[in-house]
């Protein structure tokens, strides 16, 4: 029989991406093209610890059904860490514990966005952002990016004209371009969407992973009107195979949230839940996040160092932390054909146009990870690089 | 700021059941109110010796991003699982790893229902599932339950006059009645959804804890046109704080579920996943289940006594497996005050009218869960509720 789809499913494909990613299983391939923390980054001692010691002193707690705000403690701790910075859980907030960074925009999608509704978006962004959203029937209108953040005129235009249900944006090192949106930007953004009554959906992944220059306070922390939803995502500090995001946002409408994860998955997975408390609470969790950022400020530099010295050609961005450098060939390159060229040489990039509200506008940029990748792959990498634009 | 809701959460409240048992803090409640596997059901030196295993292993795959589908060696595993005593995977079949039997419902309903969309449902089931489709805007349409399963004369003509886009139902041990659909009725559900085109949901989270009699053949295993989507969840016979089901569906739909996926929350946590399959492929499967069937006969024989002897105004369902018994209280006894009474005197049933589409309508049953509560709490409980119901 063939299954009538719904019409919010029936428009969607498979995330590209990870379509991309799966067809590189070759080992002999340099992928630039995936997301992935290090292979070394994940505190898998300190993990295998607390997991033994939890399973050992409270089997039963550890195996049994919880409630679908999240295991107490484990919010409170969660509440702990997202606070050391900056104050970002205000007293009329929850913290509530989801299966990673993804699902709060799932929730959030799905409690605030009738079908058919628009939502504004920074654009470029996170692809599996915008699908989630389309998956609810979201009628996605991109702002575009500037070096330091959305372009507010526009942004302003959108919200005026357009009334949108939602602004999603990464201010932290955005996937993928790598930006950080500036502080008078993010105190711009809040205002305009205070001014229009726009809920601010801040995905934050990568605010942990800094490798230069100083914090900018999360727009959360402005958040005097109670707009903004935040999702902290412990994927890229701790594990993304937890799945794990501790999810920051209004009592009003975080009661909703947890009726959607009442209604999705009941509650996240307790030993998940209960191993990142005590990674929390009881190791160095600063000493563990400053060494991520040197693993990765390492490969940055490298990463930037070759595309400077071997692809002079290539303008990119400066990443001051996250894990994407957003690089955009020369007008005379066709980018589909490089990325297709590089492909054939065992170089995988993404190409960028997947990562617009439209992907069929022409693009030259491409997205490189470097948090994956050795070093020495890295080097290899861009020398391939530069080979294939040679040869264009 | 006030958060303009969607239409389709607009409606929706937390669960009732969950919000009951949230304020059921009170240890010296008896509670015959949850769903919960008894404390002793888990295999919890072997998750605890597995999970230490594979941290040690490799805790690179035990912690890094993994595919949307599932591990393929732990969705092998579950498939060999489902299929050893009916063939419930075929070859045109996926199976899936999800984060619980309620994704399932949940995927089903965002793929397969638009808001507006008529749901044909089990009347009286599972509360969880009913909000889950409500979520997606699904308007439900009860079916009644007769003794041996759904009544198939009104869901024909469900089917034929309704045009559902799905048939929810709960074959094994149903929840909340216990009832067991008779394997002629199974045909017959399947003959009918088969003729109008309508996709079977078969949830089965209890087929495992059969205590009596012989096991009937899921529907899925009779399914030649690959209509049914059938979800066996981990959650009563490993842990349900893993968060684990397989969804077994034909391949085209199992695409879409897919997608639904990566929108939702990326993949299942590998933990998780990779700890049950060890349970399965290393351990003796059968014995372990077999142990739990001993320990749910036991409770569920002395709950059934206990309101035979010391209720026998009350008739009751006699449940081949599963967690529930539906208590019927005489004709002259007010339910919901009897609950009242009944929690006055710290018993906790769940009253019976909200596992109906229709709450409202009069109800003179209340579920009773003989799975978590211990056998000597079981007979004080019962005893409890025949004073209150002396005194009504």
Not at 29 to 47: T, V
Not at 178 to 188: F, Q
């Amino acid at each position: 029989m063939e299954f009538r789809i719904s019409d919010r499913m029936a428009a969607m494909k498979p995330s590209v991406i990870r379509e991309i990613l799966k067809q590189m299983s070759d080992p002999t391939l340099i992928s630039f093209a995936g997301g992935n923390p290090a292979a070394d980054s994940f505190p898998k001692e300190a993990i295998a610890r607390f997991s033994a010691e939890l399973l050992a002193e409270d089997p039963v707690g550890m195996l049994q059904y919880s409630v679908s705000e999240g295991v107490p403690a484990v919010r409170e701790a969660m509440k702990q860490f997202v606070n050391r910075r900056f104050h970002v859980v205000r007293e009329s907030d929850e913290a509530l514990v989801v299966s990673g960074g993804q699902q709060v925009i799932d929730f959030a999608a799905k409690c605030l966005v009738n079908e058919g509704d628009t939502v504004a978006v920074e654009d470029p962004a996170f692809l599996g952002a915008y699908n989630t959203l389309r998956s609810y029937g979201a009628k996605l209108v991109g702002v575009p990016m500037e070096d330091d953040g959305v372009d507010l005129t526009v942004l302003e235009h959108v919200l005026k004209t357009q009334a949108p249900r939602l602004f999603y944006c990464i201010p932290n090192f955005q996937n993928p371009t790598g930006k950080t949106m500036s502080y008078e930007k993010r105190v711009g953004v809040y205002e305009l969407c205070a001014k229009y009554n726009v809920p601010i959906l801040e995905d934050d992944p990568y605010g942990e992973l800094r490798i230069s220059g100083e914090d900018v306070p999360p727009i959360k922390s402005l958040d005097q009107k109670g707009i903004v939803i935040y999702a902290a995502s412990f994927s890229k500090i701790l594990s993304p195979a937890m799945r794990l995001a501790c999810c920051v946002c209004d009592k009003g409408i975080a009661q909703r949230m947890v009726v959607a994860k009442q209604c999705c998955d009941v509650h996240t997975t307790v030993w998940s839940q209960r191993v990142c408390a005590r990674v929390l609470t009881e190791t160095d969790i600063d000493a563990h996040i400053e060494a991520l950022r040197d693993i990765y400020r390492r490969k940055a530099n490298r990463m930037l160092n070759a595309l400077d010295t071997l692809c002079p050609a290539i303008e990119h961005t400066v990443p001051e932390g996250g894990m994407f450098v957003w690089a955009t060939l020369p007008v005379h390159i066709d980018m589909p054909a490089f990325v297709a060229k590089c492909l054939e040489q065992k170089v995988a990039v993404i190409p960028g146009n997947v990562f617009f509200v439209n992907e069929s506008v022409p693009c030259q940029s491409v997205r490189m990870n470097y948090s994956s990748p050795t070093v020495s792959d890295i080097d290899k990498g861009v020398a391939i690089m530069a080979d294939v634009l040679r040869s264009m």
